[in-house]
């Protein structure tokens, strides 16, 4: 006989995605309380996502909302995209924040908060920010972890500016690079890595800018050598003097600051954007001076995504935001 089959709603975000599925894929499993710890932990690994989060009934009274984390191979207490995904998953449900757009999320870290700093519109996606929970364990790395980290990274000693442990849900060994360039270039060594979680990041300098990291994309016209067609003024119908070719006039660069996220042994060995490692190296570069009180950061261009990240210090703390939307919605079925 066939066993009756259990429905759920559920939701894929996108998250710190400026545009579309450009940021980091979060599944969300509503109402979730009758799944059991291996339904949640198979479904997960089934969907092979770098988190997916399951929506309980919160424990906490000042909890708006409860949610259960995991990786396609464990458990976590806390991680920062499904954090800003299932916010904004609750909200598209039918929650409401309360005042100033404030709302507590209960997790297995406990209790954290989320704002509200912009809402949708046709013209962009809504935008939520975290406060970073604090640390649970820091300072430098061992020299024998630093050492492997070097070695599985394929980097020089010199390339490191600093190094501390991040430990504030996963435990990534974090480290300051020399700049973005030598961030982007890594080839890790996910076998020498094993066991070890490394985020790096680097900053991106006018050196970057010669050395050409980003650029126009393939399509774009170079700029005639030695002429002033660019002070021409534009016909509609003049796509070969487009605004897209004039994107390499004056090259910026995407970000404040370019982060990797290394997780040997996940089914996603390289997070295409990390909520909790930013947040972990926001407070420890604001801290410290090694940034400033507020920048941004791009993460996953060697994934071909171009998620972007918004870290502000401030005094409660330091607040991780980015751009989230739902990219699918429907259910989903469990034995």
């Known amino acids: 006989m066939l066993s009756m089959s259990r429905t759920f709603s559920?939701?894929?975000?996108d998250v710190f995605a400026p545009t579309a599925f450009n940021g980091n894929g979060l599944g969300v499993v509503f109402n979730a309380d009758s799944l059991s710890d291996d339904q949640m932990q198979h479904f997960a690994q089934w969907m092979n996502l770098a988190e997916t989060v399951f929506f309980v009934e919160p424990t906490d009274e000042e909890a708006d909302y409860a949610i259960r984390i995991f990786t396609p191979s464990t458990e976590l207490p806390f991680a920062g995209h499904p954090t800003l995904g299932a916010a904004h998953a609750w909200l598209e449900s039918g929650g409401e924040a309360g005042p100033a757009g404030h709302l507590i999320q209960q997790c297995g870290a406990g209790l954290i908060p989320v704002r509200v700093e912009r809402e949708s519109s046709d013209r962009h996606s809504r935008r939520l920010a975290f406060l970073a929970p604090p640390l649970t364990r820091s300072g430098p790395l061992e020299p024998d972890v630093l050492q492997w980290a070097i070695a599985g990274l394929g980097i020089r000693e010199e390339d490191v500016v600093d190094h501390q442990w991040l430990v504030n849900g996963p435990h990534p060994a974090g480290l300051v690079l020399r700049d973005a360039d030598i961030v982007l270039g890594i080839e890790p060594d996910y076998e020498a890595l094993q066991g070890l979680e490394v985020g790096v990041i680097g900053p991106y300098t006018a050196a970057s800018v010669s050395q050409s990291v980003w650029q126009p994309r393939g399509s774009v016209m170079p700029r005639v050598s030695g002429t002033r067609e660019e002070l021409r003024p534009l016909d509609f119908s003049d796509f070969e003097r487009s605004e897209e070719r004039f994107r390499n006039v004056v090259l910026q660069p995407p970000a404040d600051y370019e982060v990797r996220a290394f997780i040997p042994g996940e089914a996603v060995p390289e997070d295409p954007a990390t909520g909790s490692?930013?947040?972990?190296?926001?407070?420890?570069?604001?801290?410290?001076?090694?940034?400033?009180?507020?920048?941004?950061?791009?993460q996953g261009t060697r994934l071909g995504r171009e998620a972007i990240l918004h870290i502000e210090a401030t005094e409660k703390g330091v607040w991780v935001s980015g751009d989230v939307a739902t990219r699918i919605s429907g259910d989903v079925s469990f034995d």
Not at 10 to 13: L, R
């Open 10 to 13: 559920y939701q894929q975000v």
């Open 277 to 298: 490692l930013n947040a972990a190296f926001g407070i420890w570069l604001t801290q410290t001076g090694y940034a400033p009180q507020r920048y941004t950061v791009r």
